[in-house]
């Protein structure tokens, strides 16, 4: 099943078109035209009231997808036809055997057999096989090839044989090798009974008991060729489609690969804007090349207040290896400078006012790598206004791309082609920036989220920018013994599974791995694949209770990504120049609202184990004497669910500092907090962060190695408890069912497609996104918001301490010395008020020679 973010169902649709324009691309056509069902009664029901009514009814999935489809033809420009009381087959026996009459070839697609019917000299059937991915192209030699039979003894085979999916019975006990004896020794149905004396008696009974069954059986296997429709071939010429109506068609539908094909025609089309000195004509677009031409235009841009800015560059951005910058000023007039290295300094340098003032606002695409790229080409970037690439991040957070393409098309409704010639193509970039500001910025408005753009995420892509610049430091020498300790533990480890499975094998290897844990061991396979049993992490984590070997293959899998991903592909990813990581902050990734990280993804290094959480010890300050410090949120998400839901218990809880997971331990379990063991503490707290993500009593059972009866009383106990908290949980599902998205403390949206699928497991997912979401989100929403009152205090005390990473809930500061008590003090003051909640907002400080030593403030 596919949907768009509408959440309409797209698969047929794209299965349909998918199919139809390769035949089209492949046979290039002179005339087309798709014929359609409609309704169920035809003249065949009238004639045997049976006649496909073992059919079960149209899926609901599938029935507004008809109409999508016709929307597709019209924008192809191809006919398509549909008459009551016929079937689609008769509409194309009609037209093939017009065609025949107009001396024309016919080639007929479809996943229909019955068609064979039609082949003749001048008619070729194509029939699908394995869904839309093979053909098979019968001309009179193939049909005689596969049956024996001419094409048009198709019907009598089917006079004899019948047809189970369109309920036609035929001769009860003849099957289709009977059949086709029959036909190639008497030629038709009727011929058949004109020598039933020379068939064996047995046959022979079969047949006369059923004679009007097999005459009828012919009758509605036979295609109406007579069908009175008016046929006008220049109605179903084939022609161009209109590009820019099924690009319309293909966006909505969220159809990227076609979209893809679309525009590559598009440009080979697309006439390029007039470039003429004198200013006239579709666009004015220049190249600026000497240093006091671009000085004196960038003197006008200051005059007229705004530019929209689209940088290119070499490499990674963060080498600052600028290759052009374009601006334009207008919705028309627009510049470029291309840069050849060092030696363009001088031209560069030209351009710095236009970067450096406020009193230039800039419209970008990407400003964060903008920032990073002329900090490190020696500029400065200021007056950034708006930012289209994360505008469009906010108005739609579930997307996976947001290049400048995509945007155009999205919002402009156009294509943007690379053209040869660089000037007009990077001007036209620039022009594409500007025009969709304007556009980017309503629709933001329009939604409720200008405050969440203006004062949060466009301000946090400066300090995200100043934070990759800045870095972190890392012992490259205990990387490398690090891995050397990890190679080892990996040995040690692999030495043990063997030892256990009585034999060497790949552990690396899901074959060889299933034929150990299945074959070997004869533990249960629990999931099959198209190659063999899994053996992901989820189904080992099922196994390892069953055997000690599962256990000890987690944790070798676990090690080898320890060292493959983040020992050894750190050191790869230091800077040779700062000998630092900086790793890349990404703002419009997660649909949440969170930052996510890359190149290296702290996010993601597994803590849980004592080997993971030692590769924080490589982390340390930038200089000498340097301290780190840790601001991190207590809890942060189950305070956000206590503002939310306003659940007086739970807000009690936080109100008076409890320890939250002793305290749901004594609700749940019914016991006065003192009495609460460690056991119940570490349930609880899988009931309280589950709760947070919906998580259902199968989920829960299996994260605590319970009954899912258990598990049952457990979420049952917890909601009797905090009532406003299922209330709540309720509240928002339905919200999201009405509205399509949910939305977060700051009225970040995320729209929900998923709530509406008729499949239960993509509908639950869609729910518990509904639950999470504004909790997570807001928590995203409170670290965001932090971060950029921190980075003004830093700025504003002109402090020479920096923030230098974020992970999770969590804020690393490299500090001198002699600001380690002031900033410490500052840092839990700002991340405790960023926004103000119902319940206390806490935050743990911890400072450090390293990130893994570190000790509470």
Known sequence: MLTNGEGEFTNAA????????????????????????????????????????????????????FPLIKKILTAMNVAFEEKEGFEADDLIGTFVRQGEKEDVINLVLTGDKDALQLVSPKSVVLLTRKGISEL???????????????????????????????????????????????????????????????????????????????????????????????????????????????????????????????????????????????GEGEANFHRLAAPEEISRTVQEVLETGKAAIYVTHRGNYFDGDISSISFAVSESKAYTVFFDGDRDREKLMSLKELFATENIEKVVYNAKDLQVMLFQAGQELQGVCADVMLGAYLLNPGSSEYSLESLCLEYLNRALVTREDEVLDHCGRAQVVWQLAGIIEQKIADQGMKDLYDQVELPLESVLAEMEIAGVKVESSQLKNMSQELEAAVQHISREIFELAGEEFNINSPKQLGVILFEKLGLPPVKKTKTGFSTNAEVLDQLAPRHEIVAKILEHRTLVKLKSTYVDGMQILINAKTGKLHTSFNQTVTATGRLSSTEPNLQNIPIRMEMGRQIRKVFVPSREGNILLAGDYSQIELRVLAHISGDPVLKEAFQQDQDIHTRTAAEVFGVPMDAVTSEMRRRAKAVNFGIVYGISDYGLSRDLGITRKEAKRYIDSYFARYPGVADYLDRVVREARDKGYVTTLLNRRRYLPDIYSSNFNVRSFGERTAMNTPIQGSAADIIKVAMIRL????????????????????????????????????????????????VPIKVDLKRGEDWYHMTKI
């Not at 086709?180 to 058949?192: A, C, D, S, Y």
């Open 14 to 65: 794209y299965g349909f078109t998918t199919m139809f324009s390769k035949i089209l691309a492949e046979e290039k056509p002179d005339w087309v035209v798709v014929c359609f069902d409609k309704g169920k009664i035809t003249f065949r029901t009238e004639q045997y009231q049976e006649y496909k009514g073992h059919r079960k009814a149209t899926p609901p999935e599938l029935r507004p997808q």
């Open 136 to 278: 098979e192209r019968y001309d009179e030699k193939a049909v005689s090839d596969r049956f024996g039979l001419a094409p048009e003894q198709i019907i009598d085979l089917k006079g004899l044989m019948g047809d189970s999916s369109d309920n036609i019975p035929g001769v009860p006990g003849i099957g289709e090798k009977t059949a086709l004896k029959l036909l190639q020794q008497f030629q038709t149905v009727e011929n058949i009974y004109l020598h039933l004396n020379e068939i064996s008696p047995k046959l022979r009974d079969k047949l006369t008991e059923n004679q009007n069954l097999a005459i009828l059986s012919k009758g509605l296997a036979t295609i109406e060729c007579c069908v009175p429709i008016e046929i006008d071939f220049n109605r179903l010429k084939y022609e161009e489609p209109d590009y820019e109506q099924l690009l319309g068609l293909y966006k909505g539908l969220e159809f990227k690969s076609l979209i893809k094909g679309i525009l590559e025609k598009m440009a080979t089309r697309e006439t390029p804007p007039v470039l003429q000195e004198n």
């Open 791 to 838: 980075s003004r205090y830093l700025h504003d005390q002109g402090s020479r301490s920096q923030m230098i990473l974020q992970v999770h809930d969590e804020l690393i500061f490299d500090v001198v010395p002699d600001e380690i008590d002031t900033l410490a003090k500052t840092v839990k003051e700002l991340m405790e008020n960023a926004v103000p909640l119902d």
